[in-house]
């Protein structure tokens, strides 16, 4: 079992810190554990304090005024999650909910502000992670807004083969019904472009895991979108 020392190390926020900053922030963390579907926070309400993934998977999602949901993103082990509304003083703006059993690290807002007063290089590395989250969601917005459904789901598989470092087979880590809610359609529409990815030799589908048949293919679907 992970022990949250090693989700500390892992962790982008904490990157490159010195032992004794590490241990200050070791000092501050409460870790609070979610069973699978249990709610972390609900949109709207007070940012008390943000969460790093120690083990487990974590969705943020809103909720159109139609009942719809549209996930925003999931989050993994090292990830942090919670951390604008926090440091803009608002409320949480999503909801978060545990997609299976998850240990999370809480960081309690007043706290952890104090701390990167007494520890500058910690608001830097808290400023590569909100620039990294910009990013995630300026790529996002184009590709719900600019491309086809084929190519949002293209562009995913690619960046899901770079995260897991591979070229040719992959492992989808959410379900298919939370993939077609993270990219923006249903699952009807989902299972019928995997299966015309699949016709025209793009990719293979077996349960969870998918085979990247035609890597330069797939490039050119997520580029234009269509199929």
């Known amino acids: 079992m ?7 190390v892992e962790s982008l ?7 004794d900053q590490l241990e200050s922030i070791q000092n501050i963390i409460v870790e609070k554990e979610f069973g699978k579907g249990e709610t972390i926070f609900s949109e709207g309400e007070e940012g008390t304090g943000f969460y790093v993934v120690s083990q487990g998977m974590v969705k943020i999602y809103k909720v159109s005024l139609e009942g719809k949901e549209q996930i925003i993103h999931i989050f993994g082990s090292g990830e942090v999650f919670g951390e604008v509304p926090v440091f803009m003083g608002e409320n949480y703006p999503a909801n978060a909910v545990a997609i299976k059993k998850s240990r999370l690290l809480f960081f309690p807002r007043v706290a952890f502000v104090n701390l990167i007063v007494q520890n500058p290089s910690l608001s830097l590395n808290m400023l590569a992670v909100l620039s990294m989250r910009l990013r995630q969601l300026a790529a996002q917005i184009e590709n719900l807004s600019l491309k086809e459904v084929p ?15 591979q070229t040719r087979s992959i492992l989808l880590t959410i379900s298919k019904s939370q993939l077609a809610s993270l990219l923006g359609t249903i699952p009807e529409t989902l299972s019928r472009i995997l299966a015309k990815m699949s ?4 990719i293979e589908v077996n349960g969870k895991e998918i085979t990247l048949l ?4 797939l490039e050119d679907l997520a580029e234009s979108g269509k199929i």
Do not use: V, W
Not at 2 to 8: A, G, L, N
Not at 199 to 202: D, G, P
């Open 2 to 8: 992970k022990h949250f020392q090693d989700t500390i």
């Open 13 to 19: 926020l904490f990157a490159g810190l010195p032992q």
């Open 151 to 165: 190519g949002r789901l293209a562009s995913y598989l690619i960046l899901l083969s770079r995260e897991q470092d």
């Open 199 to 202: 016709s025209r030799n793009l």
């Open 214 to 217: 035609d890597m330069d293919g």
